[in-house]
């Protein structure tokens, strides 16, 4: 991996003036343990998000890991893995820093890395370097006796932020009051809650317990199908766009998607509205992904008009729809790695991801679409002196930043999950 996709060093570079280029916020440039102490998201493509005044926050961790440099936490990490073996497995988020997943053992989407962690049975523990909901949902698939840390964790995310279960609870509460809940003389009930990977383990719980489902970025159509097989209507969260995207390719009319404002009776809707709908979309949006636009899209064509523009489903409809494709974290992944020939990209998706991809491929040019350097403020609280930490405390004998789901919200959230598997997986 070459230091080129380093966001950080980048970072470091635009702030000297070495380098040309704008970031969203300077604070990206400070040390995590410095923006942790403080209320929010921390800088980066979130800044903006309110945090809800139960989010997690991380405690200061010795002094000897923030004073370290990096090479000196490289070395730490790369010790202590070998000293730890197939007691840990490190997994990496595809939009962690170079500096993170060069340590990983596995690198993919969240579930691709539950799906990892399941494979490695013997390992005591699961370092998840990513953010909190996935922590969970590797806690609710390996085994009891295996511990999942995250090494900062204030790695929340906003998105699934968007959605509480109190709120969720409210909202089913009031579609339960105008349609009830039990099936008509079709078999259909009134409406099925369809919720993304990217939520809270007590929405995937929720989900469970009401006949509904989860589904990710790569399999969203086949799940919004298994639900309209069970009822008249889906209930989608935490992210409009997916949702509202997912439909539209399905030949949903935009019209009848009606969103949901948890804050209003009624979600800000009518009952006639609700009635005559076919997906009911949360208020929900990932700040990373809101930000592509199809300015953007078009000044890349102006400056190359063969560029090819692939963005991510929880962009906003326009992006979607003006760029020349759009999927996953793994689709975008494997358009580029079957190219054959060299190709321009202009990539609508998290930074540390495309500059990734850019360093992996040199015979291709590939930029991100969005020309202000932005990280998932969330993603990034996970830095090296953090893995270091959790590691070294392992080889101490102690266990720290351990992420347990409950029995009772893990049970039917593993059954909400048990579904998107039958449901035909492509993940
Ligand atoms: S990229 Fe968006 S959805 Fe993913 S963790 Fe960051 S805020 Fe959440």
Redesign the pocket.
């Known amino acids: 991996m070459t230091t080129t996709a380093s966001i950080e060093l980048t970072l470091k570079d635009i702030s000297a003036g070495r380098t040309q280029g704008a970031m969203c916020s300077s604070d990206l440039v400070d040390a995590p343990w410095d923006v942790d102490a403080s209320p929010g998201y921390g800088p980066g ?2 800044t903006a998000d309110p945090i809800p005044a139960a989010a997690p926050r991380q405690g200061e961790i010795p002094q000897e890991y923030r004073d370290a440099s990096d090479a000196q936490l490289r070395e730490r990490i790369v010790a202590a893995k070998a000293r730890l073996g197939e007691r840990v497995v490190l997994l990496g988020h595809h ?1 962690q820093r170079v500096e993170v997943v060069e340590h990983a053992d596995y690198i993919g989407d969240s579930f691709m890395l539950a799906q990892a962690a399941l494979d490695h049975p013997e390992a005591e523990a699961i370092v998840f370097c990513g ?1 909190h909901f996935m922590a969970e949902t590797a806690d609710i698939l390996s085994s009891p006796d295996q511990a999942v840390l995250l090494p900062n964790l204030a790695a929340g ?4 932020d968007m959605a509480t279960i109190d709120q969720v609870e409210d909202c089913w509460e009031q579609l339960a009051q105008l349609w009830g809940t039990e099936p008509d003389a079709s078999g259909k009930v009134p409406v099925i809650p369809v919720t993304y990977m ?1 939520s809270s383990a007590a929405i995937k719980g929720f989900c469970g317990r009401n006949g509904g489902i989860v589904c990710t970025s790569s399999n969203a159509e086949v799940v919004l199908s298994w639900a309209f097989e069970r009822g008249h209507r889906v209930l989608f969260f935490p992210d409009q766009h997916l949702g509202r995207n997912t439909a539209i390719d399905m030949g949903i009319d935009p019209e009848a998607m009606p969103l949901w404002n948890p804050r209003r009776p009624l979600g800000n809707n009518t009952a006639e509205a609700l009635e005559d709908s076919r997906v009911i979309l949360w208020q929900g949006f ?4 809101k930000r592509f636009t199809t300015a953007q899209i078009a000044a890349a064509r102006a400056q190359n008009p063969e560029v090819r523009v692939i963005v991510h489903p ?1 962009c906003p409809r326009e992006t979607v729809a003006a760029a020349d494709e759009s999927g996953s974290t793994a689709y975008i992944t494997k358009a580029i790695e079957s190219a054959a020939e060299p190709t321009s990209f202009a990539i609508g998706t ?1 930074i540390n991801l495309v500059k990734r991809l850019a360093a992996e491929h040199p015979q291709h040019t590939i930029t991100c679409l969005d020309p202000v350097v932005c990280p ?1 403020s ?2 990034y609280r996970i830095h090296p002196g953090y893995i270091a930490w959790v590691l070294e405390a392992l080889l101490a004998g102690e266990v720290v930043n351990r992420i347990s789901v409950d029995a009772e919200v893990a049970a039917p959230a593993r059954v909400a999950l048990d579904r998107m598997l039958a449901a035909k997986p492509r993940i």
Do not use: G
């Open positions: 493509a979130s939009y953010v995310c906003s998105m699934a990217n990932c700040s990373v992904h929880e998290e998932c969330t993603m």
